[in-house]
């Protein structure tokens, strides 16, 4: 990177310090050290105001940038777009819109339509309705609950919260909207049943035992991520998902399942829930949908879904009313389409499964090192390290250890993240998600950072 006008960004520095709100940060602390302005990136590096290089094993992040940064064949697209047709609501089509609905649909068998909004949150709050319409419009009133996940995450408007199960993100922003209902989380490291034989069944059947005491008639759907992201990086125990579908079936339930996170090639397949044979009903994403280039959201139906939508003719108010404003934007499903044709051409879902297997295989080597990793877990290029005090009592370790790792392995000039805040005293997860096209070097210059920093900070 040519760093030669870096002093003239001493402006911009200070208009960010000064006047940005920034997301997820406690501003006390964030303008006492140095505020980070990222001006470039290329590959899976950026550089940041002062001229400092960092490679970037989370995608942007928060998951998103799975294709890597300056791709100028996807900046290309997106302009000759714009220059043609920036915009039309989304009662209109457009050619990018409807390319990328083929495409997608494509990767999707079973699923026909495509929604288009903005973000993860929006998506799922689309789903939601649909399935409250469907409530008012199909059962009478009935099957209008949602049940959602513990440690699993939606989003952060308030319904989207409603249905979040990571406490920390949650409190300080109810009353919340009524009818989301928890059930159990499905970590079999951390099983509310101590040990079971078969902790996926359990946990599955965990789900059974929420909608009968709820009431199935009450119950419309489900929402879960294939593997919870920010919650832990948990992976689906054997059997669970299965089982999860046969229930959806016996009590009429909606399937949603959130890709936001591990949707577009981040667990080696273009889906998460394809790694689990799993059939849904509603498919959320974003974030990797176009990698971080325009802001695009998909919500995706079967068209058994989508046929309770297309309405009487003889009755004016019978359609879905929802709109996304900017789901009109034609940027979007423009780069999305260059970025999936990316990860065709480029290979990247087997790349990420082979990175994925090195990354893991590295991690679960120094398990051997370093007693405080007490379990590597993860699918494709989206793993987590949940880190311990104590490797028997599995007693997680201090969340300001656990940031202090994180700092250090900064340091090593990586970035890596740790567990959102998911359940008080559990954020105590490494977790990496760098883009799709990782090399050997790369996730192997990973793995040395997090050599040496728990080295430095745990001993
Ligand atoms: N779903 C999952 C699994 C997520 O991790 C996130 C965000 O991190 C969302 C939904 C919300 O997406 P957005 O921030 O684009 O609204």
């Given at each position: 990177m040519d760093t030669s006008n870096i002093n003239d960004l001493s402006e911009v520095v200070e208009a960010d310090r000064i006047h940005v709100w920034h997301h997820l940060s406690q501003h006390k602390q964030y303008e006492a050290v140095d505020p980070r302005v990222i001006v470039e990136g290329k590959g899976l590096r950026v550089w940041d105001a002062t001229g400092r290089e960092t490679l970037d094993a989370v995608s942007g992040g928060v998951w998103t940038v799975n294709v890597g940064y300056g791709r100028e064949s996807i900046a290309n697209v997106v302009r000759d777009q714009l220059l043609k047709m920036n915009y039309f609501a989304g009662s209109a089509g457009s050619i990018p819109?409807?390319?990328?609905?083929?495409?997608?649909?494509?990767?999707?068998?079973?699923?026909?339509?495509?929604?288009?909004?903005?973000?993860?949150?929006?998506?799922?709050?689309?789903?939601?309705k649909m399935v409250r319409q469907i409530a008012h419009q199909v059962h009478g009133g009935k099957k209008w609950k949602i049940l959602y996940r513990e440690r699993d995450y939606h989003g952060t408007t308030i319904a989207a919260l409603a249905s979040g199960g990571q406490e920390e993100r949650k409190s300080f922003y109810g009353p919340y909207p009524e009818g989301f209902v928890p059930v159990p989380h499905c970590l079999e490291y951390r099983s509310q049943w101590g040990e079971v034989e078969d902790y996926g069944l359990r946990a599955a059947n965990a789900i059974e035992e929420v909608i009968l005491r709820e009431g199935p008639d009450t119950v419309g759907a489900i929402i879960l991520e294939p593997v919870t992201a920010g919650g832990g990086v948990i992976t689906p125990p054997e059997g669970y998902w299965p089982r999860v579908q046969e229930i959806c079936k016996k009590y009429g339930l909606l399937l949603i399942i959130d890709e936001v996170v591990c949707g577009v090639g981040r667990t080696g397949k273009w889906f998460g829930y394809q790694q689990y044979g799993v059939q849904p009903d509603i498919v959320t994403m974003a974030k990797g949908v176009a990698s971080g280039y325009a802001a695009i959201s998909c919500t995706v139906t079967t068209e058994a879904v989508f046929e309770m939508f297309k309405g009487n003719p003889n009755d004016p108010l019978d359609y879905f009313r929802d709109i996304s404003t900017f789901g009109g934007c034609t940027a979007g499903p423009a780069a999305a389409l260059e970025n999936m044709r990316i990860i065709e051409d480029e290979g990247l879902l087997e790349n990420t499964t082979a990175m994925g297997e090195r990354l893991m295989g590295n991690l679960n080597a120094l398990m051997e090192k370093h007693r405080v990793i007490g379990q590597v877990r993860g699918k494709g290029l989206f793993i987590g390290a949940e880190l311990v005090s104590d490797r028997t009592s599995r007693e997680p370790l201090a969340e300001a250890t656990v940031a202090a790792v994180v700092g250090a392995v900064m340091k090593r000039g990586v970035q890596i993240g740790m567990t959102n805040r998911s359940v008080p005293g559990f954020n105590n997860t490494l977790c990496l998600?760098?883009?799709?096209?990782s090399t050997a070097d790369d996730v192997d210059q990973m793995s040395d950072a997090i050599d040496g920093a728990l080295g430095e900070i745990c001993g």
């Open positions: 819109g409807a390319m990328f609905a083929q495409r997608l649909i494509e990767k999707m068998p079973g699923m026909t339509r495509v929604y288009y909004s903005n973000s993860g949150s929006e998506a799922n709050e689309k789903a939601y998600s760098p883009a799709l096209i």
